[in-house]
Each structure stands twice: as C-alpha cells, then as structure tokens.
C-alpha cells in the first residue's frame, strides 16, 4: 500500500494481498486476532495492524503450510488476543452499562409530566364514573 491512510477498503486490501475479499471475510469468521472496524454502513476499515495480521495468516498458511488452527494459536500468542479480547469486553460492558443509565435516566425525565398528566386523568375519569354511579343510583 503506498498511500498512508488511516485504514483501507476491502477492496485495496484485497488487490494489495493478490487474495479474492472472500477469503478476508472468511479469515475474519476462524481468526481471532483479525478484527477489522466497521464503518455506519458496515464496510469493514482494516487498519495498518489489520494489515500486518492479514500478511502473518498468509505467510502461515501459504507460504510455511500451517494449519488454520495452528496458524490461529500462533496469532493468538503473537497479538495478545486474549488481553485485548477482555478489554473489548470490558469496553462494551462499560458503554452498555452508560447507555442503560442514560437511558433510564432520561426515561425518568421523560415521564415525570407524563405521570402527571395520567394521574390528573385518572383522578378526572375517576369523578365521572362516581358521578355516572350516582345517577344509577337515583
């Protein structure tokens, strides 16, 4: 890759590999370490780092004849993926947990009013049916 990006398409990856993009996204689903971003739209953006792992897992595999397997658990032991692993989770868990108070908070703003209104109602729908009750009554 001579231009240096902040990441690349699957398409530049693949050209620059000589490898179809179907094998990249299937070495996405059996390695580990190779993790590519997504962008809104979903189009993956492999990073320079995605780059070098996807260079390793052909060197493993074409070039010194490991197996996927094998060639997995030496990406897992060079990368790390096990710490980065628990620090994704980690992450996700700490945004899902932010997202779940904002979103309760915002849930008690928002029916304060609302709770108001519906008791006010309530109160209302109550007084007529006593009224209605009272007619019967007669």
Not at 81 to 108: D, G, I, L
């Amino acid at each position: 890759m001579e231009t240096k990006k902040p990441y690349y398409s699957i398409g530049q990856v693949a050209e620059y590999l000589e490898l179809p993009q179907s094998v990249l996204r299937y070495w996405e689903t059996v390695f580990d370490a190779l993790n590519p971003a997504k962008s809104p739209g979903g189009s993956r953006r492999y990073s320079d780092l995605d780059l070098k792992i996807l260079n390793d897992i052909k060197h493993l595999l074409y070039d010194r004849g490991f197996t996927i397997r094998g060639a997995n658990k030496i990406l897992n032991q060079k990368y790390h993926v096990e710490a980065k692993r628990e620090r994704q989770n980690m992450q996700r868990q700490n945004a899902e947990a932010t997202a779940q108070k904002e979103t309760a908070t915002e849930t008690a703003r928002a029916s304060g009013p609302k709770d108001e209104i519906n008791q006010k109602l309530l109160k209302h729908i109550i007084a007529e049916l006593k009224e209605i009750v009272k007619v019967l009554d007669e």
